[in-house]
């Protein structure tokens, strides 16, 4: 996942100190967005380039129109995936067989896009992978009951193999991942990738 | 409705009060409040909520405070954040948790937070002591005696760490600075006053030095001074 450094973000965006610090307080940017990390002069901090660079022009749109709660709350909605089901069959390659035969999305009422695209994402993989039907519909399940039962935020979808089954590995932040030699690792994307693609897709389709 | 409670011992309350005035030696579980005012030795075990909070004596809060507006005039000590829009420190508080927040601080006194301290605007003449101080404008004027900070120096003994404010980080629109020893200051519009002591100023605006300050090294400008 490709950072920007906050002084880059403030130069490249013309925002503030003050303006960014603000938007934190109030829930528009999440604080995990602000990474952390050590350099030659103390500690820097960095943030998912695209997404921020996303965030900050949604909230400059809107920052002279509505409220900082108005803002919020716009935000959080469109971070969200609402009925599954539609959502999988309009912005993923699954079909309305393999949509119809998922058990997850029955019970699941909503999702954050990241989690919506971590799905999404590791359907393709099977795809690619050339997993047979049932195969794959059992892993998209478990993935949906996976994302759904936390709040973390994916950042990584891997899909593996070991022995002749297949398994997936999803990981909420930039990890370092090693296994044994019985297993091996098919493919991995990144998670923001897939939701500005899909989310793209969104748009163009509701425009 | 006001609702006075005082004496020894713990009292438990669990609605949403109006004013609330706690005396003496008390525990409560915190709770909801409106107006709250502390006094004594009070001690609470939960999180607090209040719209207006006033706080003399020493007081001891073992979770989260949230208010619209606090006034600290005693001892406080806080196991947990700090979200408030106004407060105004003229005691020693202490706040243990991972963040404080507020659109406005005054500090009149001493507050020390372990993490960071985030607002808008702060307007210190007390000392603030706290690994970052982020925000818009942040305004510390710690060191009262800075005229005669060049001779002082020479007898340097005269001089504890608690006659500076310590940060490790101080990032905000405006920064403007006085008796304060930080090891990053990063802004757009800087002025580094008497009695500081800055390993590294980062600055992509105006910046001001002072010659009875230090600053080890500065990235972005040239100061005047």
């Not at chain 1, 935000?75 to 999988?88: C, D, F, G, P």
């Not at chain 1, 590791?122 to 009951?145: F, G, N, P, Q």
């Not at chain 1, 002749?164 to 493919?187: K, Y």
Request: some cysteine; overall charge negative; glycine content about 6%.
């Amino acid at each position: 996942m490709e950072e920007i450094s906050k002084k880059d973000l403030l130069s490249e965006t013309g925002i503030s100190y003050g303006q960014l610090y603000r938007w934190k307080r109030e829930g528009l940017i999440p604080e995990d967005w602000f990474i952390k990390r050590s350099a030659f002069t103390g500690q820097e901090t960095f943030f998912p380039r695209d997404r921020m660079l996303e965030r900050v022009q949604e909230i400059l749109a809107q920052k002279d129109t509505h409220s900082l709660d108005e803002i919020r709350e716009d935000l959080a909605n469109k971070a969200r995936v609402y009925q599954i089901r539609e959502s999988l069959l309009s912005l993923s390659d699954m079909n309305e067989e393999f949509v119809d035969s998922l058990q997850a999305p029955a019970t699941i009422t909503e999702l954050s896009w990241e989690s919506f695209a971590a799905v999404v994402g590791l359907h393709e993989m099977t795809i690619r992978a050339k997993l047979k039907l049932a195969e794959a519909v059992s892993l998209i399940d478990d993935a949906l009951y996976a994302v759904a039962s936390s709040t973390q935020i994916p950042s990584t979808m891997t899909l593996a193999k070991a022995a002749d089954s297949w398994h997936f590995i999803v990981a909420s932040q930039a990890t370092w991942l090693a296994t044994d030699r019985g297993v091996s690792f098919v493919e991995t994307l990144q998670v923001a990738d897939v939701a500005t693609r899909i989310r793209r897709l969104k748009d163009e389709r509701t425009a | 409705m006001y609702t006075r409670y005082s004496g020894t011992g713990k009292y438990e309350q669990n609605a949403k009060q109006g004013k609330s005035r706690i005396d003496g030696v008390v525990i409560f579980p915190g709770g909801s409040f409106d107006e709250l005012s502390i006094n004594g030795v009070c001690t609470s075990e939960g999180p607090i909520e209040a719209n207006l909070i006033d706080i003399d004596g020493v007081f001891t809060a073992s979770s989260d405070i949230r208010a619209d507006s606090i006034d600290f005039d005693g001892v406080v000590t806080i196991h947990g954040n700090l979200r408030v829009k106004k407060a105004d420190v003229d005691g020693v508080v202490t706040v243990r948790g991972v963040k404080v927040e507020a659109d406005y601080i005054k500090c009149d006194g001493i507050l020390t937070a372990e993490s960071q301290v985030s607002a808008d605007v702060i307007e210190a003449e007390g000392f603030i002591n706290a690994r970052e101080i982020v925000g818009d404008r942040i305004t510390i004027r710690s060191f009262r005696k800075a005229g005669l900070f060049k001779f002082v120096m020479k007898v340097r003994e005269a001089f504890t760490d608690k006659d500076f404010s310590r940060v490790d980080l101080i990032e905000a629109t405006r920064i403007e600075l006085r008796g304060v020893r930080a090891k990053t200051v990063s802004g757009q519009d800087i002025i580094i006053g008497p009695a500081c002591i800055i390993d590294r100023v980062d600055c992509t605006g105006t910046l001001s030095v002072d010659p009875d300050a230090t600053v080890r090294e500065i990235i972005g400008v040239v100061p005047n001074q």
